[in-house]
């Protein structure tokens, strides 16, 4: 499984981009995918994630209202649109495939994921 994620750049605070995760070998409709964020310096931090088939979808409060999470089936891509950015959204931003959501842990631990992309980075900057 490779995951590829891109789409990220240098915006001023109150942008946009949308953030893609695309995938080889394996249908992103089954399996969970989220998004990871990590500035320089600190520790991983979930973002966002999608369910597997449901789609149920999840967010950091710190991105509830401003980041949207979604899936397209035909170009078995995860999307990532994120508005009204700000400095502090500086990252670069990871996605990450959970082959057992089952076990039951936190969306937003690293360890529950098998498979990441390599990521992209957003700089929000005047």
């Known amino acids: 499984v490779q995951l590829q994620a891109s789409g990220g750049g240098l915006v001023q605070p109150g942008g946009s981009l949308r953030l893609s995760c695309s995938a080889s070998?394996?249908?992103?409709?089954?399996?969970?995918i989220a998004w990871f964020r990590q500035a320089p310096g600190k520790a991983r931090e979930g973002v966002s994630r999608?369910?597997?088939?449901?789609?149920?979808?999840y967010y950091a409060d710190s991105v509830k209202g401003r980041f949207t999470i979604s899936r397209d089936e035909a170009k078995n891509t995860v999307y990532l649109q994120v508005n009204s950015l700000k400095p502090e959204d500086t990252s670069i931003y990871y996605c990450?495939?959970?082959?057992?959501?089952?076990?039951?842990?936190?969306?937003?631990?690293?360890?529950?994921?098998?498979?990441w992309g390599q990521g992209t980075q957003v700089t929000v900057s005047s």
């Open positions: 990450a495939m959970d082959i057992f959501p089952e076990t039951g842990g936190s969306w937003t631990d690293p360890k529950e994921y098998d498979y």
């Open positions: 070998a394996v249908t992103l409709h089954y399996y969970a």
């Open positions: 999608i369910s597997g088939t449901a789609g149920s979808t």
